[in-house]
Each structure stands twice: as structure tokens, then as C-alpha cells.
């Protein structure tokens, strides 16, 4: 694949600013001067610790250690290769691509997979946005569908680019192998069934998708990833999904179904304090929401929420409001939705519909002031959580409200929060109309029996170990003098001339990187603090170099920590072939191979250069 320029990759560091990238992914607010922070992308965490200097053009995050630019930033949470980033980089922000062999950059033949499956799924959505457009039997059909029966309106189909799959096949397999995707592309974009072992052509390619109103799904960052195809009279008797109202994409390199949230990505601009989040069931309901100025709904792609799904949202915001429909299985799905969100950290409350309601319908009906109405009679969490477990809680036995206590517990237990749990215990008490203490009690064997079947289980993978931070990387020589070397370059070159490369250990990154930049200094060829993409070859030193430049250090006396980093450098070299001349020394009767002369003399020497004081001789 052609190399980028490193010319054109700091234009693009220098042209694109840093907060306007992260903040696709992560809420940013103001953290002191010229600072912002949020929750980190990278790992889960209910206080934010992921902090962006956009002057400086780095992140870092002070929680797992995480450091670096817009161009790794990408690469982190998009699953980018460097110059596919570089490439997505340059077509979000209009920056032109450079490339060291010619201006074309690489053929499509060359992008990767991730990259093509993405291209694909922008030119599908085109396609059937605008069969559902066209003047024919499969546009009106959908276009009287969307309006009459699912009573939308045309401008939102457009906003959100509502497509329609034809009956019959009318030219999507043609039109991607016209503009040459790879084989590999279109066999694992989820838009056709293709038998394996047959030879890629128009007779081999089956549109999953059939007599469909298609609804494009999009990840956090509003890219297309999959669809979900609604149903019609229009879908043929021969569709192997004839019978499934909606059918969703399969999960390909772009898309997991459990790792996204319809509308999320519109969504997480609208939410703030006192407008939460919407969890409603299905993308239709969610279109419905916006529809009627309820920018903040969100849905599942199906009817379960998941883990991944809910740490997605907290980074945004933490309160939600969950909407699903009023029968059997919104409660049910609602009640699993509940202790997952508490393990999330998010702030619940439910919003609770008549059997038969759905948000759908009742916007339809009633336009935005349902949603008002409703939250009115909003229950919190445990409210929720009592009602579904013990409704009729007047005419209960005291067996009936041991079950229902225990099956609460299995929801308290969720939360991590001290105050959090106490609070629900005494809530439970009050509603169950039992005594606190004993309830307390009670909880606190069930946690017992939770912790001890914990222990017998069998032992799971060892907990990963800790992130690299300035706590536990900090500790070498070698650390400290690459901070001088980046924060105070005019120490570089005479820590060149100072410092043997033999007495640094280059089994880490920071020995292996100050060795690299002493041996720039040394040859008059260092690039400046700013430019050094082309001496960073890994990920961990790229990630080190960042989390160094991200702070700059308060040290009093530079040259007073060089000595003493040279001191400490010095020591370890030496000493251990000072007490191996010692051993020599003492156990000379037995070794007839040593000359005791020669040992003599140079323990002598090792010991006047330990005793020599070190002075860094620097200038200016």
C-alpha cells in the first residue's frame, strides 16, 4: 500500500482539531484552561478521567493510561489500520491525502476490508433510498406504506434515508461488482446470500433483502454498519425470513448487533441535564420520537439490551428513561434491562404504559405532550422493580414477600454504591412493610451466599494487569531522562555525549526510545518534540511518547535530575561487575584462571568512576 507523506500527516495534526474528533465519541466539557475532559472511550469508568488538550493535540486518559493523537485516536476506537485513519481523517475534515508513490493513494483492491464493507453499505443506502423514491410499483408501494399505514412523513424518510428493497432483484449485486469491491467484500457484507464455493458473479449473488422497507442503521458515529427490513405485502412467499416482521443485517466485520444503539448517534447531541435518554423498543419507535421533537430516543437492535450497550451510553450521559411498550414482554424487558443499568452506573427511571400502549401509537395519537403526561407518573428504579416483583403487595404472605425480597436483592446487589444500595434496602422495607433491620439483615446473607458461591466457582482468566501510568513506569532512569529529553531538548545533546548507549536498557520502551532520540541528538538529526511520528515504529512507544508530551513536568532543576539519571544509569553498568571482581577477588585460591593484578586493577578503576562526581556539561 503507498506510504502517506509524513509532510501531509502533520498538516492534518496541525489542520484538525483534536476535541472535534473526539467528540463524535465522547461528551467533552470544559476541565480548566485549555483542557477537556470526559469518560474514557477505552475502559469503563462512572467519573471522568479521559482528558483532551486540543492545543497540544493529545488525549489522555488518567484512569488506564491511554495516550496519543487524533490519528491513534482513531485508529483505538474504530479499528483502523494508520492510513486508513489517516484516509478517514482526511474525508470527515477535507484534508487531501498525500502519498509517497504518485497522488492516487491506494487502489480499491488495496483498502481493507473494514474500509470496502463500509463503501458499500453508503452506496446500498443510496440504492434503496432512492427506490423508495422512484416513481414505480416498489416506490409507490413503500412511499404509500410509510405515509398511510405507518402515518410518517416523506421528510423524515429522507432525514434518516429510508430505503426500499425491490421483490425482485434490481441491480444492487451489479452496481458493487460494476465499481470492482473484492470478492471478499461482498461475500461478507450481510446484503446477499451467497452459496460458498460458487464463483462471484450476478447469477451468485441472492439479495437478503426482499419486498422490504429498509431502515439503515448506524453506529455511534453515524456511519451505516447494517439495516433492519420491515416486512410488507410486498415481501415474497420464497424469502427464507417470509414470516419475521423485521429481519436484521447479520453481524459482519462492521456490525455487531450487541455493540450499537439505534439513533445514537443523533441522540447523544441532544441529551443534558434533566433530558435523558429514551430507551424505546424498536427503531420505528424511535423514528417515531423524533419525529414529534423527542430528539434523545434510542433502541435496541432486537428486543434485549446488552452490556456493551449500556457502557456505550454512559459515556454520553447517565440518565435514561426506558419506554417500552405496555405488554408482558416489555416488562419482562425492562426488568432485565434494570440490573445491567445499575452495574452501567446509569440513573433509571421507567416510564410505565397501559397494556396494549406503545410509544408508537401513543405519539401518533397524541403528538409530544403524551411524553409529558406519561413522565408525570415516571417510577424510579426500585418503584419499577416492587411493582413488577410483588404488585398486589396488601394481600401478600409473609412467603410471598420473602421470594419477592430476594429477587430485589439480585437488583440491589447490582449497585455499587454504599449509599445507593442502603437507600433501595430502605425503600423495599418501606413498600414490603417489613421491618428495616430485618431486611438489612436478610440482604446481608444473601451477599454472604453470593460471595461464597463466587469462591467455589471455578477460577476464571487472571485479571489483566494494570495499564501502563506514571506511577508504575516512572520508576527508571531511562524514564526520567526521556522526559528531559522531550520537555527540555536543549539537555538532548549533551546527554548524547554524556550517556555510553550500553548502559541503557532497551527492554522497555522508554530505554528503547531514549537510545533512539540520544542517537538523534547525538548525529544533529532530531526533529523537534513536534515531529516525531517518523521515530515512533510501535504502538507503546507511540502511546508513551503521548502520555509524556500530554503534562508538562514541574522539575525545579533539569540538569540536577539528568546527573542523577546518569548517576543511577552509571551504578547499575558498573556495580554488578565491581562484585563479581570482589567474588573473584576472595575466592582467588580456588580460580587459577584469574590474574589477580589484572582484577586489582580494574576494580580500581570501577571504583573512581563510581566515586567521580557526574557534571552534565550543558550550554545555555
Same mark, same amino acid.
Given at each position: 500500500?503507498?506510504?502517506?507523506?509524513?509532510?501531509?500527516?502533520?498538516?492534518?495534526?496541525?489542520?484538525?482539531?483534536?476535541?472535534?474528533?473526539? !467528540?463524535?465519541?465522547?461528551?467533552?466539557?470544559?476541565?480548566?484552561?485549555?483542557?477537556?475532559?470526559?469518560?474514557?472511550?477505552?475502559?469503563? $469508568?462512572?467519573? +471522568?478521567?479521559?482528558?483532551?488538550?486540543?492545543?497540544?493535540? /493529545?488525549?489522555?486518559?488518567?484512569?488506564?493510561?491511554?495516550?496519543?493523537?487524533?490519528?491513534?485516536?482513531?485508529? $483505538?476506537?474504530?479499528?483502523?489500520?494508520?492510513? $486508513?485513519?489517516?484516509?478517514?481523517?482526511?474525508? #470527515?475534515?477535507?484534508?487531501?491525502?498525500?502519498?509517497?508513490?504518485?497522488?492516487?493513494?491506494?487502489?480499491?483492491?488495496?483498502?481493507?476490508?473494514?474500509?470496502?464493507?463500509?463503501?458499500?453499505?453508503?452506496?446500498?443506502?443510496?440504492?434503496?433510498?432512492?427506490?423508495?423514491?422512484?416513481?414505480?410499483?416498489?416506490?409507490?408501494?413503500? #412511499?404509500?406504506?410509510?405515509?398511510?399505514?405507518?402515518? /410518517?412523513?416523506?421528510?423524515?424518510?429522507?432525514?434518516?434515508?429510508?430505503?426500499?428493497?425491490?421483490?425482485?432483484?434490481?441491480?444492487?449485486?451489479?452496481?458493487?461488482?460494476?465499481?470492482?469491491? !473484492?470478492?471478499?467484500?461482498?461475500?461478507?457484507?450481510?446484503?446477499?446470500?451467497?452459496?460458498?464455493?460458487?464463483?462471484?458473479?450476478?447469477?451468485?449473488?441472492?439479495?437478503?433483502?426482499?419486498?422490504?422497507?429498509?431502515?439503515?442503521? #448506524?453506529?455511534?458515529?453515524?456511519?451505516?454498519?447494517?439495516?433492519?427490513?420491515?416486512?410488507?405485502?410486498?415481501?415474497? $412467499?420464497?424469502? +427464507?425470513?417470509?414470516?419475521?416482521?423485521?429481519?436484521?443485517?447479520?453481524?459482519?466485520?462492521?456490525?455487531?448487533?450487541?455493540?450499537?444503539?439505534?439513533?445514537?448517534?443523533?441522540? *447523544?447531541?441532544?441529551?443534558?441535564?434533566?433530558?435523558? /435518554?429514551?430507551?424505546?423498543?424498536?427503531?420505528?419507535?424511535?423514528? *417515531?420520537?423524533?419525529?414529534?421533537?423527542?430528539? &434523545?430516543?434510542?433502541?435496541?437492535?432486537?428486543?434485549?439490551?446488552?452490556?456493551?450497550?449500556?457502557?456505550?451510553? #454512559?459515556?454520553?450521559?447517565?440518565?435514561?428513561?426506558?419506554?417500552?411498550?405496555?405488554? !408482558?414482554?416489555?416488562?419482562?424487558?425492562?426488568?432485565?434491562?434494570?440490573?445491567?443499568?445499575?452495574?452501567?452506573?446509569?440513573?433509571?427511571?421507567?416510564?410505565?404504559?397501559?397494556?396494549?400502549?406503545?410509544?408508537?401509537?401513543?405519539? *401518533?395519537?397524541?403528538?409530544?405532550?403524551?411524553?409529558?403526561?406519561?413522565?408525570?407518573?415516571?417510577?424510579?428504579?426500585?418503584?419499577?422493580?416492587?411493582?413488577?416483583?410483588?404488585?398486589?403487595?396488601?394481600?401478600?404472605?409473609?412467603?410471598?414477600?420473602?421470594?419477592?425480597?430476594?429477587?430485589?436483592?439480585?437488583?440491589?446487589?447490582?449497585?455499587?454504591?454504599?449509599?445507593?444500595?442502603?437507600?433501595?434496602?430502605?425503600?423495599?422495607?418501606?413498600?414490603?412493610?417489613?421491618?428495616?433491620?430485618?431486611?438489612?439483615?436478610?440482604?446481608?446473607?444473601?451477599?454472604?451466599?453470593?460471595?461464597?458461591?463466587?469462591?467455589?466457582?471455578?477460577?476464571?482468566?487472571?485479571? +489483566?494487569?494494570?495499564?501502563?501510568?506514571?506511577?508504575?513506569?516512572?520508576?527508571?532512569?531511562?524514564?526520567?531522562?526521556?522526559?528531559?529529553?522531550?520537555?527540555?531538548?536543549?539537555?538532548?545533546?549533551?546527554? !548524547? &555525549?554524556?550517556?555510553?548507549?550500553?548502559?541503557?536498557?532497551?527492554?522497555?520502551?522508554?530505554?528503547?526510545?531514549?537510545?533512539?532520540?540520544?542517537?538523534? /541528538?547525538?548525529?544533529?538529526?532530531?526533529?523537534?518534540?513536534?515531529?516525531?511520528?517518523?521515530?515512533?515504529?510501535?504502538?507503546?512507544?507511540?502511546?508513551?511518547?503521548?502520555?509524556?508530551?500530554?503534562?508538562?513536568?514541574?522539575?525545579?532543576?533539569?540538569?540536577?535530575?539528568?546527573?542523577?539519571?546518569?548517576?543511577?544509569?552509571?551504578?547499575?553498568?558498573?556495580?554488578?561487575?565491581?562484585?563479581?571482581?570482589?567474588?573473584?577477588?576472595?575466592?582467588?585460591?580456588?580460580?587459577?584462571?584469574?590474574?589477580?593484578?589484572?582484577?586489582?586493577?580494574?576494580?580500581?578503576?570501577?571504583?573512581?568512576?563510581?566515586?567521580? +562526581?557526574?557534571?552534565?556539561?550543558?550550554?545555555?
Amino acid at each position: 500500500m503507498p506510504a502517506i507523506k509524513p509532510t501531509c500527516v502533520r498538516d492534518l495534526k496541525l489542520r484538525v482539531n483534536l476535541a472535534d474528533v473526539v !467528540s463524535r465519541v465522547v461528551t467533552l466539557k470544559k476541565a480548566g484552561a485549555g483542557r477537556l475532559k470526559g469518560l474514557c472511550p477505552f475502559h469503563n $469508568e462512572k467519573t +471522568p478521567s479521559f482528558h483532551v488538550d486540543a492545543d497540544k493535540g /493529545f488525549y489522555k486518559c488518567f484512569g488506564c493510561g491511554k495516550a496519543g493523537d487524533i490519528i491513534s485516536f482513531v485508529r $483505538e476506537t474504530e479499528q483502523l489500520g494508520f492510513t $486508513e485513519a489517516v484516509e478517514a481523517l482526511g474525508q #470527515r475534515f477535507g484534508v487531501v491525502i498525500e502519498y509517497e508513490e504518485g497522488s492516487g493513494g491506494p487502489s480499491r483492491e488495496e483498502r481493507s476490508l473494514r474500509q470496502e464493507i463500509f463503501e458499500i453499505h453508503d452506496l446500498a443506502t443510496e440504492h434503496y433510498h432512492q427506490a423508495f423514491k422512484a416513481a414505480g410499483p416498489t416506490g409507490n408501494f413503500m #412511499r404509500s406504506y410509510w405515509v398511510e399505514q405507518r402515518k /410518517f412523513a416523506l421528510e423524515l424518510a429522507d432525514e434518516f434515508k429510508i430505503g426500499a428493497a425491490a421483490p425482485a432483484d434490481e441491480g444492487l449485486g451489479a452496481l458493487l461488482l460494476k465499481r470492482k469491491f !473484492s470478492e471478499d467484500a461482498i461475500r461478507q457484507c450481510g446484503l446477499f446470500f451467497v452459496r460458498d464455493g460458487a464463483l462471484l458473479g450476478l447469477g451468485s449473488l441472492k439479495p437478503r433483502f426482499r419486498g422490504r422497507l429498509m431502515i439503515p442503521i #448506524r453506529d455511534h458515529q453515524g456511519r451505516v454498519v447494517a439495516f433492519t427490513a420491515r416486512q410488507t405485502t410486498l415481501t415474497p $412467499e420464497d424469502d +427464507p425470513a417470509r414470516e419475521a416482521k423485521y429481519v436484521n443485517s447479520p453481524e459482519t466485520p462492521i456490525f455487531t448487533k450487541g455493540n450499537l444503539l439505534f439513533n445514537l448517534d443523533r441522540a *447523544r447531541t441532544a441529551v443534558g441535564e434533566g433530558r435523558p /435518554f429514551v430507551l424505546v423498543e424498536g427503531q420505528l419507535d424511535a423514528l *417515531r420520537c423524533w419525529s414529534v421533537g423527542l430528539k &434523545s430516543a434510542i433502541a435496541p437492535q432486537g428486543t434485549s439490551i446488552t452490556e456493551s450497550q449500556l457502557v456505550l451510553l #454512559r459515556r454520553y450521559h447517565s440518565q435514561v428513561e426506558c419506554f417500552l411498550d405496555g405488554d !408482558s414482554a416489555g416488562q419482562k424487558a425492562a426488568m432485565r434491562f434494570l440490573p445491567m443499568a445499575l452495574r452501567a452506573g446509569l440513573e433509571v427511571r421507567f416510564l410505565v404504559l397501559a397494556k396494549g400502549d406503545d410509544p408508537d401509537s401513543l405519539f *401518533r395519537e397524541r403528538g409530544l405532550a403524551a411524553y409529558e403526561e406519561v413522565r408525570k407518573t415516571a417510577l424510579t428504579a426500585m418503584e419499577f422493580a416492587q411493582r413488577s416483583v410483588l404488585p398486589d403487595v396488601m394481600n401478600a404472605s409473609a412467603e410471598q414477600k420473602s421470594r419477592a425480597a430476594v429477587t430485589l436483592f439480585e437488583i440491589v446487589s447490582q449497585a455499587d454504591s454504599e449509599i445507593t444500595r442502603s437507600t433501595f434496602l430502605q425503600e423495599n422495607a418501606a413498600y414490603l412493610r417489613v421491618s428495616p433491620n430485618a431486611l438489612l439483615r436478610d440482604f446481608q446473607s444473601f451477599t454472604t451466599r453470593q460471595q461464597r458461591q463466587a469462591a467455589a466457582r471455578p477460577a476464571g482468566q487472571p485479571a +489483566p494487569a494494570p495499564a501502563a501510568s506514571p506511577a508504575n513506569t516512572g520508576q527508571s532512569p531511562e524514564h526520567h531522562l526521556l522526559i528531559l529529553c522531550l520537555h527540555y531538548e536543549s539537555l538532548g545533546k549533551p546527554l !548524547s &555525549s554524556a550517556l555510553p548507549h550500553d548502559w541503557i536498557d532497551v527492554t522497555h520502551p522508554a530505554g528503547v526510545l531514549l537510545n533512539r532520540f540520544l542517537g538523534e /541528538f547525538e548525529h544533529d538529526t532530531w526533529p523537534g518534540r513536534d515531529h516525531l511520528d517518523t521515530l515512533l515504529e510501535t504502538t507503546d512507544e507511540k502511546t508513551l511518547v503521548a502520555s509524556l508530551l500530554f503534562d508538562r513536568p514541574t522539575i525545579d532543576d533539569p540538569v540536577k535530575v539528568a546527573n542523577e539519571g546518569l548517576r543511577q544509569l552509571r551504578a547499575r553498568a558498573l556495580e554488578p561487575r565491581l562484585r563479581q571482581i570482589e567474588l573473584a577477588l576472595a575466592n582467588h585460591g580456588a580460580d587459577s584462571n584469574s590474574d589477580p593484578i589484572s582484577l586489582l586493577r580494574e576494580r580500581s578503576d570501577l571504583q573512581r568512576q563510581l566515586r567521580q +562526581p557526574l557534571q552534565l556539561p550543558v550550554v545555555g
